[in-house]
C-alpha cells in the first residue's frame, strides 16, 4: 500500500495533465495504492469532473484519489529557495510536507526542477554523509536502459561527490531496473584512467579502491551501446553539467530524425515506430537520489502518458525500499558522517 | 597555390587512406596545388604506384604529389610528448616543420590526436595572448553547420580561455563557412545567465561585454536546431571535456538510427539517404585553432572521402588567410601580450 503524491499544479500541462495521468494510472495499480492530488482544491476538483464526465467506473478511480488543498503556486520564473519560503501552500511545499510528515511515500511533479530540489532536499533532508542529492535519467540504448547521474542537479562536482553518484546509480540499478551488481562507468573523453579534468581523474581511482563494480571509464560514442570494450554498463557517473547537456542533446535526436526520415519519405508512422524505446516519455520520471523519501522529477512538458510512467517509478522506488538501501549505502560507505543506527 | 602536407603515416588506414584522398582530392583541385605526403618514403610510392595501377590519367595527379619521407611512426599508445621528442623523423613532426620552415601551408593528419596537438603547438607556436589551442567542429543541425569548440583539447577551461574559444571559432565561421558576424552562444544546462558553473558564469559576463556577436546560453536540447529563442547560431563555446563527450556521442547516433531504421523494415540506402548531412565524414576535418599555421585533425578511422574533405578544410583555411585573421583577433583582444606588430 502507498500514497503517492502528485504534483496537480506543477507543469506546463497543469492541472490537466497531472489529473489525466493519475486517472490513466489508477485502473493499472493494485487498489490498495493511492494519489493524492496536490493543488488549488477547486479547480482539481473541477479538472478531475470535467475528465469524469461521462466515463464509465468513475466511482472506482475517484474512491483512490485524495486531494490536499496548495492553492500557492510556484512559477518556473521563481528563485527555488525564495519560492519554497514564501509560498508555504504551493503544491511542491505541501506535497512534500505530507511525505516528511509520514502521510505519504512519494512525491511526483513535473514543475519547476529547481524548486523540486530545493524543497526536497529542505523538507526531506539529505541521507548522512552525502553533500548533493543527485538526479538520476534512464538513458535508452541500444543494449538495455542505463542509468545516467547527475543529469543536471549539480555543475561543480568534486571527486568524492562522483563516487557518491555511483552509489546511488547503483541502488537505483539494483531497485528499480533489478539489476544485481550493476556495473558502473565514469564518463570521460578517452578510455584510459589518465585522461579527464581534474575531479574524473580522482574520482577514476576513488572507484577502483571502493566496493562497487567498476568498469573504468565510459566515452560519449559508447553510451547508446550501452557498454565498454569491458562489458555491459548499467549506470553512467558524470558531473550534472556535462549530464543535462547530453542528456537536453539526447531527448531531441528523436524528433530531429522522424523529421529527416519523413522528408526522406519514409511515412511518419514507420518513423515513429522505428524510434520506439528511445522516446522521452517511456521513461518518464527521474528520481532526486539522495534525499530522506521518493522525489521524482518529471518534464515540464511531460505528457499524462510520461507523468504515469513516473507514478510507476515512484511505486517501484516505494516498494523495493530504494530510500532504506540507499541511506544503508551512504552509511557504509561514510561510517563517520552515519548516523550509527545501524 | 597551396601546399598541403598530409600524414600519410597517420590513421586506422595509413597509407591506403591518405593516399586514396590524395588521388581523390587532386582531380578536384585547382592544379596550382599540391599534396607532399609525408611518411615511410618507399611504403608511400609503392602503395601510390599500386592505387594507380590501371588507372588513366596518373601522371597528372602524380606530378602534384611529392614524397616527403619521414621514417619514424607515433603510436597510437605513445605519450604524446615524448613521441614528439623522441622521435623527430615521424610524420607527424616531419610533417609540421615543413609549414614551420616555409615549405608548406597545412598539415592534414588521422593520426594521434594528443601528439598532433602537442607537435602542432609546440613546432608552430601559439598565437600570442592565447593559452590554449583548441580544436574546432563542425556540427551538422537542422538548419545549418555549427562550430563547436572546443571539442577535446582542454579538460578544464577559464572564463578567459572559453572567450577566446569564442574569438578562434568566430573567425573560423566567417573564413571557412563564410558567415559574416557569426552568433556565437555559450553551452549551458539553461538559458538564464546565471546558470552554469563557475567558468561559464564568468564566461557569459565577459562575453556580454566583448565585441563579439554574443547570442547568450545554448542548452543542449536546441544545437540540432541550430538556434536559441534569441536566433540562428554559427558557433557553440564550451570546454573541452563536454565537447569530446557531445561530438562522440553524436557521432554514434546515426550508425544507431540506421540500424533502428533498418530493423523497422525500411531499406538501408533509404535510411542512410535520410541521414544525409548527419555523416561526420562530409565534414572531415577539425582544426586545431590557435596555432601559427593550419594543423587539421581528423579522426583515426577516416575514409579516403573523409580525409579528401579534411584537404579542402585545409585548402580554405590557407586561401582566406585564417591563420592571419585569428593573430589579428587576439592581438586586439589582448593587446600587451600581442606582439605589437600591428
Given at each position: 500500500?502507498?500514497?503517492?503524491a ?30 493524492q ?31 490536499v ?25 505541501v506535497g512534500l510536507q505530507l511525505q516528511?510528515d509520514?502521510a505519504s ?238
Amino acid at each position: 500500500m502507498a500514497r503517492i503524491a502528485l504534483d496537480a499544479m506543477g507543469g506546463d500541462h497543469a492541472p490537466e495533465a497531472p489529473i489525466a495521468a493519475a486517472l490513466l494510472a489508477l485502473p493499472e495499480l493494485d487498489s490498495t495504492h493511492t494519489i493524492q492530488l496536490v493543488g488549488d482544491a477547486e479547480m482539481v476538483s473541477a479538472e478531475i469532473e470535467r475528465q469524469l464526465a461521462g466515463a464509465k467506473g468513475g466511482a472506482m478511480v475517484r474512491d483512490r484519489m485524495t486531494i490536499v488543498d496548495a492553492p500557492d503556486r510556484i512559477l518556473m520564473s521563481d528563485k527555488p529557495m525564495a519560492a519554497i519560503r514564501s509560498k508555504p501552500k504551493s503544491s511542491m511545499v505541501v506535497g512534500l510536507q505530507l511525505q516528511a510528515d509520514g502521510a505519504s511515500e512519494a512525491f511526483v511533479s513535473a514543475g519547476s526542477t529547481g524548486a523540486q530540489m530545493a524543497a526536497s532536499t529542505f523538507i526531506l533532508g539529505r541521507h548522512a554523509g552525502l553533500t548533493r542529492p543527485a538526479i538520476s535519467t534512464l538513458f535508452p540504448t541500444a543494449r538495455q536502459q542505463v542509468v545516467m547521474l547527475d543529469s543536471g542537479a549539480n555543475v561543480d562536482c568534486s571527486e568524492e561527490e562522483l563516487v557518491d553518484f555511483a552509489r546511488l546509480g547503483s541502488v537505483y540499478a539494483e531497485d528499480i531496473l533489478l539489476r544485481p551488481n550493476p556495473a558502473v562507468a565514469l564518463l570521460n573523453i578517452g578510455e584510459e584512467r589518465e585522461k579527464g579534468n581534474g575531479a574524473v581523474k580522482k574520482a577514476y581511482e576513488l572507484l577502483e579502491q571502493s566496493d562497487l563494480n567498476f568498469l573504468g571509464n565510459i566515452e560519449g560514442r559508447d553510451i547508446l551501446a550501452g557498454a565498454t570494450e569491458h562489458g555491459a554498463v548499467d549506470v553512467v557517473v558524470c558531473d550534472g553539467f556535462v549530464g543535462n547537456v547530453l542528456l537536453k542533446f539526447y531527448e531531441s535526436v528523436p524528433p530531429l530524425i522522424v523529421g529527416l526520415m519523413t522528408r526522406a519519405g519514409v511515412e511518419k508512422h514507420r518513423a515513429t515506430a522505428a524510434l520506439q524505446g528511445f522516446d522521452y516519455s517511456d521513461y518518464g520520471g527521474a528520481p532526486l537520489l539522495g534525499v530522506k523519501g521518493v522525489s521524482i522529477i518529471s518534464h515540464g512538458e511531460s505528457s499524462p502518458r510520461a507523468l504515469k510512467n513516473a507514478l510507476f517509478v515512484a511505486l517501484r522506488a516505494v516498494e523495493s525500499r530504494m530510500n532504506e538501501h540507499i541511506g544503508r549505502r551512504l552509511e557504509a560507505a561514510h561510517p563517520i558522517a552515519g548516523s550509527g543506527q545501524s
